[in-house]
T-cell receptor, first 113, second 110 residues
Framework: NAGVTQTPKFQVLKTGQSMTLQCAQD?????MSWYRQDPGMGLRLIHYSVGAGITDQGEVPNGYNVSRSTTEDFPLRLLSAAPSQTSVYFCASSSGTGGTEAFFGQGTRLTVV | DAKTTQPPSMDCAEGRAANLPCNHS???????VYWYRQIHSQGPQYIIH???NNETNEMASLIITEDRKSSTLILPHATLRDTAVYYC???????????FGAGTILRVKS
């Protein structure tokens, strides 16, 4: 049971480049989320999904796109990377109902130069 | 979701109990109290959650006051590996759309 898997673990981008951060879970969870964590701060919600085909914006969605075509996968796309998007990105999944825990991936450390 | 207040940092001697407080005075009746921790720069790890009653699992105990306005996470025998940032989160739903504050930095010292 792999849990939540994020790829890549590290990435360096040039300003203006695009890329996709991958997130996959094998627990058949309906709910998946993307967070970013800047140095010395707590995690902030970027986008989330409550099931295949359903996504919505979180606290800091600008500059990011998501889609959810399958239950297992929830990729995060940066269309035109900016230095302000330098951060550590975490993906999480949960069954979503009250009183349930979230499972987090190990993160993707992204640097935009 | 109700706002939570935690001390910014705490120290604990190795082998002693670590008691981490959290205030959530505006909590509503159907909101759960969740605790997560983040060791170094790893992904947050779920510890425990509760609604009204005290809870215990293999990692920790959660004590919720009768009025539910505050709670305490107890690590019964802290080890150096428990050094981490601990987040108290109050939420109606499950583990989705979590709102993380600054948390409490727990330093376990030998």
């Amino acid at each position: 049971n792999a849990g939540v898997t994020q790829t890549p673990k590290f990435q360096v981008l040039k300003t203006g480049q695009s890329m996709t951060l991958q997130c996959a879970q094998d627990m058949n969870h309906e709910y998946m989320s993307w967070y970013r964590q800047d140095p010395g701060m707590g995690l902030r919600l970027i986008h989330y999904s409550v099931g295949a085909g359903i996504t919505d914006q979180g606290e800091v969605p600008n500059g990011y796109n998501v889609s959810r075509s399958t239950t297992e996968d929830f990729p995060l796309r940066l269309l035109s990377a900016a230095p302000s998007q330098t951060s550590v990105y975490f993906c999480a999944s949960s069954s979503g109902t009250g009183g349930t825990e979230a499972f987090f991936g190990q993160g993707t450390r992204l640097t935009v130069v | 979701d109700a706002k939570t207040t935690q001390p910014p940092s705490m120290d604990c001697a190795e082998g002693r109990a670590a008691n981490l407080p959290c205030n959530h005075s505006t909590i509503s009746g159907n909101e759960y109290v969740y605790w997560y921790r983040q060791i170094h720069s790893q992904g947050p790890q779920y510890i425990i959650h509760g609604l009204k009653n005290n809870e215990t699992n293999e990692m920790a105990s959660l004590i919720i006051t009768e009025d539910r306005k505050s709670s305490t996470l107890i690590l019964p025998h802290a080890t150096l590996r428990d050094t981490a940032v601990y987040y108290c989160i109050v939420r109606v739903g499950g583990g989705n759309k979590l709102v993380f504050g600054a948390g409490t930095i727990l330093r376990v010292k030998s």
